[in-house]
């Protein structure tokens, strides 16, 4: 998207124009899903027209001329693209983290800055998570104080989801102090690389390559304390993790809606069954109702966590916090379960020409599988059973 397609962006003027774009883009996105996929084509037309929508810009705060739409209207929004593409699903949920990080912590001259971009349409990308460090939370990258009063990036980022399509990049670093902070560098600074070597089996178009940061420099004005976000209660993690729910429950429900279709036009019914049409096998309608239920509970579960995060926000203490944080990872831990078995199922139900490689309906399972490794249900899991048994609230942290 160029600087000036940007600055032509829609602005978002309430929740149901939001909800309303969401629909029509999604029914844009959905029939180029597949081959996009299959050719490992990014969605880079797709990611301008979203932008121009304005859908990217309706978390800016009304006070800064954004819709600042509820949590529940946002995460409907990704719901319907991720079912459409769970692909460009993806690439903006860092986006929505990081403005988030400017209206948790940035100063009103950043907001200033920072949101008019947003509005105008450009797009943040990400430079967050590290291979070969110890853990996810184990931030390598440096973010030097120079002598004139600016700062110094050098380091190697991984699954930086969104970085290659993005006009700003923020990067998750270290200071001289050991805190956390974030840098937003301009897609096109010097010492900045992106490398598109995203070669994961789903999610193939997402971009999430490597960015290498070598002396980049950054002016103090952008660089937000993003260690301060943790040092309250917060709903910074519910919020980026509720957006990965909303991916998984969109690819289960598109992976259902895919094989009704296949099952009514391509399948043929099992002899047993005594049916001219495999919709109307009996043991098939079992298993579809069987099915519907479990997307159905996922997807009442998304809705439920949203409303967390957005009657924490309205009284935030750590006890809100903790139930927002609460009700959003049994959201994901049952979103990602639901995906990955709607993808299998769906050959289940469809038969053996559903296997075929020319439908490419092992994407739903691919891209599941892909994507709920993004951070691990079992210790979110843990943090329920604490919170439930004995009251311990979740860490403080990004991921939960």
């Given amino acids: 998207m160029t600087a000036e397609a940007a600055t032509r962006a829609h602005v978002v003027g309430s929740e149901e124009e939001a909800l309303e774009l969401a629909r029509r883009l999604a029914a844009e996105f959905a029939p180029g ?12 037309e797709e990611l301008d027209a979203l932008s121009a929508s304005g859908l990217l810009g309706i978390t800016v705060p009304a006070a800064h001329g954004g819709a600042e739409v509820p949590t529940r209207t946002l995460v409907e929004v990704f719901r319907l693209l991720a079912a459409a593409d769970p692909n460009i699903a993806q690439i903006p949920q860092s986006h929505v983290v990081y403005v988030n990080v400017l209206r948790e912590n940035g100063t009103p001259a950043q907001q200033r800055y920072f949101f008019a971009e947003v509005l105008a349409g450009r797009r943040f990308g990400n430079a967050q998570s590290e291979s070969g460090s110890r853990n996810a939370q184990d931030i390598r990258t440096r973010l030097a104080a120079g002598p004139d009063g600016d700062f110094v990036l050098d380091g190697t980022k ?16 270290k200071d001289d102090d050991d805190a956390l902070r974030v840098a937003y560098v301009p897609s096109d600074a010097a010492g900045l690389t992106v490398v598109d070597d995203w070669g994961g089996m789903g999610q ?40 990965h729910a909303a991916i998984d429950v969109g690819i289960a429900r598109a992976a ?38 479990r997307v159905r509970a ?87 059973g604490r919170y439930a048994l004995n009251g311990t609230h979740p860490p403080r942290a990004g991921q939960i």
């Fill in 158 to 173: 991984a699954y930086s989801t969104g970085a290659l399509l993005a006009h700003w990049i923020p990067v998750l670093a």
């Fill in 298 to 384: 996922a997807e009442a579960l998304l809705d439920r966590a949203a409303a967390a995060v957005d009657e924490a926000r309205g009284d935030l203490d750590d006890d809100s916090a903790a139930a927002a944080s609460i009700a959003v990872a049994t959201a994901k831990a049952f979103a990602d379960g639901t995906a990955v078995e709607l993808g299998s199922a769906l050959f289940e139900v469809s038969g053996t020409r559903s296997s075929l490689a020319e439908t490419n309906l092992h994407r739903h399972w691919r891209n599941a599988r892909t994507h709920t490794l993004h951070d691990p249900v079992r210790w979110k899991v843990q943090h329920i």
């Fill in 204 to 243: 193939r178009t997402t971009a999430s390559g490597t960015v290498r940061l070598e002396q980049v420099r950054v002016p103090a004005a952008n660089v937000v304390a993003h260690h301060r976000t943790f040092e309250r209660p917060q709903l910074h993690g519910a919020l980026a993790q509720v957006l």
């Fill in 256 to 293: 259902l809606d895919d094989a009704a279709a296949f099952v009514r036009t391509r399948s043929r019914p099992w002899a047993d069954s005594g049916v001219e049409r495999a919709g109307d096998d009996p043991l098939t309608i079992q298993r579809f109702g069987e099915l519907e239920i």
């Fill in 33 to 44: 899903a597949s081959e996009r996929d299959a050719q490992r084509r990014l969605p880079v």
